[in-house]
């Protein structure tokens, strides 16, 4: 399938020339009248898979109600999701917003803030993490310091140092300068490759921040809202940080974001420090409350828990099928990925000539992000589509 840039846009996305008319569960029905198995969901978004009943007849109820308010009244739909989020997390209050990078600008502003208003201005240093991703502003690219993005976008923001995955003793130096406000760390990194922390390390760096003061903050916008089989990924390691950020599956498909926070890194929050016109918007508000309806109904999760093992098993075994395509099976929960020989972008184009759309991540790795609602027969159908690209790569390379 050729890829375009329609000409009235903005030449930022090389497009597959396909669109899609509807969706439903794990399908999408492209205008070409073919059904496609979707293990992409919009890049980890539609957690629920499309047109998911209760989203949809929760927007239908709330269409004729209000719309937009802004947050110069009460919004009760966001007090009502704020107390939820808190009830199932660490956290003690909640901002909302709209994207992923605006939560990694309200956690960044969070930790800066809260050691300016405990005495220590000086403390503004973020470090984050070689290979991370926390978006496309001009702070979040600082933070996800990768030349690929930064390039021709003048100077970087300053304030901002990196340090290698697992590397704590490089952690250990950059925080005992006494001029970090925050740690900001991926449990999963998406974007950058399917890399994942352990929970070893993540409790080092929990131990760390606690000596010195510093503020964790985890980017769960990926990783986040049940995509590992628990409501948030940093559960698995039994650490809580002081900030989250979430984004991506919390409105599963409404543009929603969030940070998350403990009492201490709200302190500094006072009226008029942050705001935002569209954040907490009551209709994206009632979708986001219908989404952790369903991801809390009892079982949900585990069954997440349950379908992500063998899914990862099955990939494993396609993996051991074809040494020669695969390099290694990573990730956790439904973020899956398989490191390529070839290419990653040639394994999904192929993929979605045949009925599948999955994306690439950083590292040359083909990533699987399934809907949270996925069954066997989806897992056995991914793995049908999978199997045939290998054999037709192996073809092509015996022939070649
Ligand atoms: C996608 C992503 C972001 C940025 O989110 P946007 O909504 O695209 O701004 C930040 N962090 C992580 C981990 C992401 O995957």
């Not at 901002?95 to 930790?111: D, P, R």
């Not at 990939?315 to 990653?344: I, M, N, Q, S, Y």
């Given at each position: 399938m050729r890829k375009v840039l329609p000409?009235?846009?903005?030449?930022?996305n090389s497009r597959a020339d396909l669109s899609f008319e509807r969706g439903e569960g794990a399908y999408l029905f492209g205008s070409d009248g073919r059904r496609y198995l979707d293990f992409f969901s919009g890049i980890a978004v539609t957690c629920l898979g499309h047109a998911h009943p209760h989203l949809v007849q929760t927007l239908r109820a709330h269409?004729?109600?209000?719309w937009h308010i802004t947050n110069n009244y009460r919004i009760p739909e966001q007090e009502r999701l704020a107390e939820r989020l808190i009830a199932h997390s660490f956290a003690a209050r909640a901002f909302f917003c709209n994207s992923g990078l605006e939560a990694a600008e309200a956690a960044i502003k969070v930790a800066r803030r809260t050691h300016f208003v405990e005495?220590?201005?000086?403390?503004v240093k973020i470090v984050t993490i070689q290979n991370a991703f926390h978006g496309r502003s001009l702070a979040a690219l600082a933070a996800t310091n990768n030349e690929k993005y930064l390039e021709g976008f003048g100077p970087i923001v300053q304030g901002f140092v990196q340090v290698p995955l697992g590397d704590l003793e490089a952690l250990r130096a950059h925080l005992?300068?006494?001029?970090?406000a925050g740690v900001m760390i991926e449990p999963i990194q998406g974007e950058g490759g399917l890399h994942l922390c352990g929970a070893d390390y993540l409790r080092e760096v929990r131990h760390l921040c606690d000596a010195t003061g510093t503020l964790l903050i985890l980017d769960?916008?990926?990783?986040?809202?049940?995509?590992?089989?628990?409501?948030?990924?940093?559960e698995w390691a039994g650490i809580t940080p002081d900030v989250m950020m979430l984004a991506k599956g919390l409105g599963g498909g409404f543009p929603v974001g969030a940070i998350l926070t403990t009492q201490r890194a709200a302190?500094?929050?006072?009226?008029?420090?942050h705001g935002s016109?569209?954040?907490?918007n009551p209709l994206a508000l009632t979708i986001a409350n219908a989404v952790l309806d369903v991801l809390m109904e009892p079982g949900f999760l585990d069954g997440v828990v349950e379908i992500s093992n063998l899914l990862r098993s099955e990939l494993t075994k396609l993996h051991e099928r074809h040494p020669t395509l695969f390099l290694d099976v990573r990730g956790g929960g439904l973020l899956l990925g398989l490191k390529c020989t070839r290419p990653a972008v040639e394994y999904v184009d192929a993929l979605r000539d045949d009925g599948m759309l999955a994306h690439t991540a950083g590292d040359n790795v083909l990533r699987l992000m399934p809907?949270?609602?996925?069954r066997n027969d989806h897992v056995v159908e991914a793995i049908e589509y999978l199997e045939r690209l290998c054999q037709s790569m192996s073809r092509s390379v015996e022939a070649a």
């Amino acid at each position: 399938m050729r890829k375009v840039l329609p000409p009235c846009l903005l030449a930022t996305n090389s497009r597959a020339d396909l669109s899609f008319e509807r969706g439903e569960g794990a399908y999408l029905f492209g205008s070409d009248g073919r059904r496609y198995l979707d293990f992409f969901s919009g890049i980890a978004v539609t957690c629920l898979g499309h047109a998911h009943p209760h989203l949809v007849q929760t927007l239908r109820a709330h269409a004729d109600k209000v719309w937009h308010i802004t947050n110069n009244y009460r919004i009760p739909e966001q007090e009502r999701l704020a107390e939820r989020l808190i009830a199932h997390s660490f956290a003690a209050r909640a901002f909302f917003c709209n994207s992923g990078l605006e939560a990694a600008e309200a956690a960044i502003k969070v930790a800066r803030r809260t050691h300016f208003v405990e005495g220590a201005p000086h403390r503004v240093k973020i470090v984050t993490i070689q290979n991370a991703f926390h978006g496309r502003s001009l702070a979040a690219l600082a933070a996800t310091n990768n030349e690929k993005y930064l390039e021709g976008f003048g100077p970087i923001v300053q304030g901002f140092v990196q340090v290698p995955l697992g590397d704590l003793e490089a952690l250990r130096a950059h925080l005992a300068d006494g001029e970090a406000a925050g740690v900001m760390i991926e449990p999963i990194q998406g974007e950058g490759g399917l890399h994942l922390c352990g929970a070893d390390y993540l409790r080092e760096v929990r131990h760390l921040c606690d000596a010195t003061g510093t503020l964790l903050i985890l980017d769960e916008v990926q990783c986040g809202m049940g995509r590992t089989g628990r409501l948030f990924a940093y559960e698995w390691a039994g650490i809580t940080p002081d900030v989250m950020m979430l984004a991506k599956g919390l409105g599963g498909g409404f543009p929603v974001g969030a940070i998350l926070t403990t009492q201490r890194a709200a302190s500094g929050m006072t009226p008029g420090t942050h705001g935002s016109t569209f954040g907490g918007n009551p209709l994206a508000l009632t979708i986001a409350n219908a989404v952790l309806d369903v991801l809390m109904e009892p079982g949900f999760l585990d069954g997440v828990v349950e379908i992500s093992n063998l899914l990862r098993s099955e990939l494993t075994k396609l993996h051991e099928r074809h040494p020669t395509l695969f390099l290694d099976v990573r990730g956790g929960g439904l973020l899956l990925g398989l490191k390529c020989t070839r290419p990653a972008v040639e394994y999904v184009d192929a993929l979605r000539d045949d009925g599948m759309l999955a994306h690439t991540a950083g590292d040359n790795v083909l990533r699987l992000m399934p809907p949270l609602i996925i069954r066997n027969d989806h897992v056995v159908e991914a793995i049908e589509y999978l199997e045939r690209l290998c054999q037709s790569m192996s073809r092509s390379v015996e022939a070649a």
